[in-house]
């Protein structure tokens, strides 16, 4: 039993399949290949788990295969020249298919290796994180890293179908599984209060691991972000919204070295540094505050910044973020839990107050 | 007095501008020009001529530049890089505008960084070749090449505009001018009878760098590529007519070495094995193909494919070649001058004389 939300972006539509057991499933890849020619791409981590499942799925084809080191680190045009070695070496043509199995790292790399290769050929997402599956998995974006930013090179490149396989979640290790709850939390924070508080109810059986849990958070994110996506495909207005502690994250991870926070970690103390600033302004009251920090604690996941990083660090690494617009940086922030907005209108005073991670205000 | 051809590609339309002293019209670039970040991008042979010229018609924004090593060799991932490194060390942020000066490597160049940079920003080409003027300046491919294949790695992404100046063609060297007619050439023999006649009329003005002949030939030529693409904005049928003498000139161009024969040359070579193949299956007369032949020789292109690639190495460099297709390899043939067509139905002995450079036909 599996379920399968349809992604209506006209030409580019896909299906997202959730639940256990997919990977083996032969007729879940068909569909979307066009050719015979097929490359999976995975990491030195996922490989030896879960990649003869799906080369037994794909009996028939002509598969090769690219294995990448593992980590945020290797996020680069260099690493991600040894997929292009590989479809050249194999002589793949346009026709052929590439398969990310892995996380968000795989993922992004494969979907901005096939949206360059011969300017555009297929792929299939098979992600194997929590994150990727909440936040990969819809939107389109892929990329690499540059030395002096995240995703700052990349494409907007669409699967053509994503195998969200439950199970593949029994491998992740508790730190990993944590960061995808942040993504999840994000949702809720950002567009679905009822969310939030089923959150609330269930955080205990999605750090289980329980299935029927794990398939409803997924397919009720997924389903969040794309209502978001498909509202506005290419990033102008709305879209913004998914970056809600991502400013403050990617600042985070940068300044503590790519790799050693993990992306959904850095999200996490970013949503609890704009909720924060939030309460600052009054928009939110710190009960508000202290709702979102007491679930990101019981999903194991930080709740304030890093000591490490000083607020001048802050600043440098948040302006050549791409959020950054001319001129000001905007930053997402909250109206309410469930309602979140892009605002250029704080108080530079109070960002600085809470990129010092001062006391925060109590509900007094 | 210029003259501009619009093309109309929905809401990625763009104007082509052609004639002389463009480069320095202010009102030319504004238009296009999203906020005040602009970066220059040419290579160290035009930079010295043109890149003073182009700076001082963009007087009030924020302009930064980077400078490529010049030649079809340094067209790679490594040298891309360096377009994001200034672009990242100067902030520039989705807004900005990235500025192609030189020829179609430049383009090729700038217009996959901007394609990548950030997933997509604005770009204008101001190509300062008759080669990157009659064939970068439609059709949005943009891209670097790969040690195993030319152009493998690339996007679609349209210019705001295309400022054909062709004062700039000036400074081109001999060379360089036959390779750029080479492509005009081609379209006569892709779609356009007449323009063959006109060029074989005119080829003598052209050679002579004639500015009233120039901007009909190089009108003429975007006309006919704009045609084509506007009808297959995504290469599946007709746009590949354009590829007319570049399987075999592709092949050329990597068995002799990046950067030893220019592409217009493979191509020019190229078209006139393209032409005795399909004389030798009687598609064409021996008289058409010496027509051809004693045009490309009037423009001082090669009309004969180097005795240097062996038959073998020819089929091994053209099995890689994008438009490969899964199983047989597609040529682009004539039936007639003015009219080419995609064929998978040559005979593969025939194809083996071509290569062979065997005696062809007479008109006997």
Known sequence: MYRTLHLDLGERSYPIHIGPQLLKQPELYQPHIRGRQVMLVSNETVAPLYLDTVKAALTGYRIAQVILPDGEGYKNLDILNRIFDA????????????????????????????????????????????????????????????????????????????????????????????????????????????????????IDRLCARETDALIYAIERSCRCKAEIVAADERESGKRALLNLGHTFGHAIETGMGYGNWLHGEGVAAGMAMA??????????????????????????????????????????????????????????????????????????????????????????
């Open 87 to 202: 479809l050249l070496e194999h002589r793949f043509n346009r026709n052929c298919c590439l398969v990310a199995v892995g996380g968000g790292v795989v993922g992004d790399m494969t979907g901005f290796a096939a949206a360059s290769y011969q300017r555009g050929v297929d792929f299939i997402q098979v992600p194997t994180t929590l994150l990727a599956q909440v936040d990969s998995s819809v939107g389109g974006k892929t990329g690499v890293n540059h030395r002096l930013g995240k995703n700052m090179i990349g494409a907007f490149h669409q699967p053509r179908c994503v195998l969200a396989d439950t199970d593949t979640l029994s491998t992740l290790d508790d730190r990993q599984l944590a960061a995808g709850l942040a993504e999840v939390i994000k949702y809720g924070l950002i567009t679905d209060a009822d969310f939030f508080t089923w959150l609330e109810d269930n």
């Open 275 to 364: 909720a924060d600033l939030s309460a600052r302004h009054g928009w939110i009251s710190a009960s508000d505050v202290e709702r979102i920090r007491a679930l990101l604690s019981r999903a194991q996941l930080p709740a304030a910044p890093p000591p490490e990083i000083s607020r001048q660090q802050f600043l440098d690494l948040m302006a050549v973020d791409k959020k950054a617009v001319d001129g000001g940086l905007r930053l997402i922030l909250l109206e309410a839990i469930g309602a979140a907005r892009i605002s250029a209108d704080y108080d530079p005073r109070l960002l600085e107050d809470t990129l010092d991670n001062r006391l925060p205000l109590t509900g007094s």
